[in-house]
């Protein structure tokens, strides 16, 4: 099966979902890992180009801790935004080119617009990429992936209606999250946020939830031609 999960900023998909693109590795999936935005907004030390190349590296080592593929959009922080037929082609193409099954990315009423805006391109652009007069650099998908929308930070708000037990691959997450060294240092100094610490309570807050000792959260997307009748979650 061909995954492709998708976050608005570098670290979102290793703290929200990472165990479970972790688990979906190990179980001989293809992963792709993209970030729409370079994280280029979020520092008190250095330069805008010098955070986004820091975190594009970042990124990239995060997702071989976890086995997946790397793709980022290129945007900046805070300048995601739907209604832009430009961005919307930059997803469009994304999705054609990996082709997937399944998508997980943001759920749309997440606590920052970027997220919100992200989830809106995902569930509009996976439809239109299957148009086959809507020309791009890549050829029509032939399917319309199912959508599932990840957890937010700190669960806040959000209520899984199904779950992924993480326990075995809790590690991974982790590891691949310490990656982002300079988000944790960004975090800690903006928020006062020991990020890796909260990821590891809120996997295993989801896990007591779920009966396991670590699991993520997610839920559906069901409009029409999205719903399955088979399991695509691990």
Same mark, same amino acid.
């Given at each position: 099966? *061909?995954? !492709?999960?998708?976050?608005?900023?570098?670290?979102?998909?290793?703290? !929200?979902?990472?165990?479970?693109?972790?688990?979906?590795? /190990?179980?001989?999936?293809?992963? %792709?890992?993209? #970030?729409?935005?370079?994280?280029?907004?979020?520092?008190?030390? #250095?330069?805008?180009?010098? =955070?986004?190349?820091?975190?594009?590296?970042?990124? &990239?080592?995060?997702?071989?801790?976890?086995?997946?593929? #790397?793709?980022?959009?290129?945007?900046?922080?805070?300048?995601?935004?739907?209604?832009?037929?430009?961005? /919307?082609?930059?997803?469009?193409?994304? $999705? *054609?080119?990996?082709?997937?099954?399944? =998508?997980?990315?943001?759920?749309?009423?997440?606590?920052?617009?970027? #997220?919100?805006?992200?989830? &809106?391109?995902? !569930?509009?652009?996976?439809?239109?990429? %299957?148009?086959?007069? &809507?020309?791009?650099?890549?050829?029509?998908?032939?399917?319309?992936?199912?959508?599932?929308? =990840?957890?937010?930070?700190?669960?806040?708000?959000?209520?899984?209606?199904?779950?992924?037990? $993480?326990?075995?691959? $809790?590690?991974? &997450?982790?590891?691949?999250?310490?990656?982002?060294?300079?988000?944790?240092?960004?975090?800690?100094?903006?928020?006062?946020?020991?990020?890796?610490?909260? %990821? *590891?309570? @809120?996997?295993?807050?989801?896990?007591?939830?779920?009966?396991?000792?670590?699991?993520?959260?997610?839920?559906? @997307? !069901?409009?029409?031609?999205?719903?399955?009748?088979?399991?695509?979650?691990?």
């Amino acid at each position: 099966m *061909r995954v !492709l999960a998708v976050g608005a900023h570098p670290d979102d998909l290793d703290m !929200l979902c990472g165990g479970t693109l972790a688990r979906y590795v /190990r179980e001989g999936h293809q992963v %792709t890992m993209c #970030h729409a935005s370079l994280g280029d907004r979020g520092s008190f030390v #250095h330069t805008s180009e010098e =955070i986004a190349r820091i975190r594009l590296a970042e990124a &990239k080592a995060a997702a071989a801790v976890i086995g997946a593929e #790397h793709r980022t959009l290129g945007m900046s922080d805070g300048e995601i935004n739907a209604a832009d037929p430009a961005q /919307r082609d930059l997803v469009l193409d994304l $999705i *054609r080119s990996t082709r997937p099954d399944v =998508i997980l990315t943001h759920w749309p009423h997440d606590y920052m617009a970027d #997220h919100n805006e992200v989830s &809106k391109l995902l !569930l509009d652009a996976s439809h239109i990429a %299957t148009l086959p007069l &809507k020309q791009t650099g890549h050829p029509a998908h032939d399917l319309v992936p199912a959508v599932y929308y =990840i957890d937010t930070l700190a669960g806040v708000g959000f209520t899984p209606t199904e779950y992924v037990d $993480i326990s075995a691959d $809790i590690d991974t &997450k982790l590891a691949a999250l310490r990656c982002h060294a300079s988000q944790l240092d960004w975090l800690r100094d903006h928020d006062g946020v020991d990020i890796i610490e909260q %990821t *590891r309570v @809120c996997s295993q807050y989801r896990g007591y939830q779920s009966g396991v000792s670590f699991a993520e959260g997610f839920t559906a @997307c !069901l409009t029409w031609l999205r719903a399955r009748t088979t399991r695509l979650l691990p």
